[in-house]
């Protein structure tokens, strides 16, 4: 099983500022996708293939990585991106989220 | 549009047996596969299996032994059936369509396993 770790667990932003989010997969993945969840909300695709970012997704994220080392970087700290973020990896099974990290603002 | 929506008791009882259907719409269980993934309260997400487009099926083999998870094409559900809980299985269960680029998921229902 490969097993996701991110960091940091929870980290607060002031608006305007970067925020650098990172996910460590044990062995080796194909590509990482980043989930947002906001509370009471189910999980929604955030970034997929790494770095291609889903449909209504804000441009000021971004995303980068390879073999077992992946970040979500924010360019700029909106209040609205205060939410839980989960990196997962689909290049095998069984399929495994990482602990996530909530992003709160300062 | 593509929808997935969780059903089934809110309260199960330690040791009993744990049914969920989820309803899809929008889109063919012949075509697309659905998971299942579970997340205990304010905790992570947990994969817990697949159901294939082909009616084959995947089990994270931390549930393996007491996991089930099949299909009714004809009413576009899925099942999943888990036996023995216990207190640790509450939690809310999701069913999502996830692929690459893509990813539906249900409304989640939430489980509590106590007596």
């Known amino acids: 099983e490969i097993v996701l770790t991110q960091s940091p667990t929870t980290m607060a932003a002031s608006p305007g500022e970067k925020v650098t989010l990172n996910c460590l997969a044990s062995?080796?993945?194909?590509?990482m996708n980043w989930y947002q969840q906001k509370s009471g909300a189910s999980p929604k695709l955030w970034i997929y293939g790494t770095s291609n970012l889903a449909s209504g997704v804000p441009n000021r994220f971004s995303g980068s990585g390879s073999g077992t080392s992946y970040s979500l970087t924010i360019s700029s700290m909106e209040a609205e991106d205060v939410a839980t973020y989960y990196c997962?990896?689909?290049?095998?099974?069984?399929?495994?989220f990482g602990s996530g990290t909530k992003l709160e603002i300062k | 549009q593509v929808q997935l929506k969780e059903s089934g008791p809110g309260l199960v009882q330690p040791s009993q047996t744990l049914s969920l259907t989820c309803t899809v719409s929008g889109f063919s269980l012949t075509s697309y596969s659905v998971h299942w993934v579970r997340q205990h309260s304010g905790k992570s997400l947990e994969w817990m299996g697949r159901m294939w487009s082909d009616g084959d099926t995947s089990y994270n083999s931390a549930f393996t032994s007491r996991l089930s998870i099949s299909r009714d094409t004809s009413k576009s559900q899925v099942f999943l059936k888990m036996n023995s809980l216990q207190t640790e299985d509450t939690g809310t269960y999701y069913c999502?369509?996830?692929?690459?680029?893509?990813?539906?998921w249900g409304q989640g229902t939430l489980v509590t396993v106590s007596s």
């Open positions: 997962l990896q689909l290049s095998s099974y069984p399929l495994t």
């Open positions: 999502a369509r996830i692929e690459g680029a893509f990813a539906y």
């Open positions: 062995s080796s993945v194909s590509y």
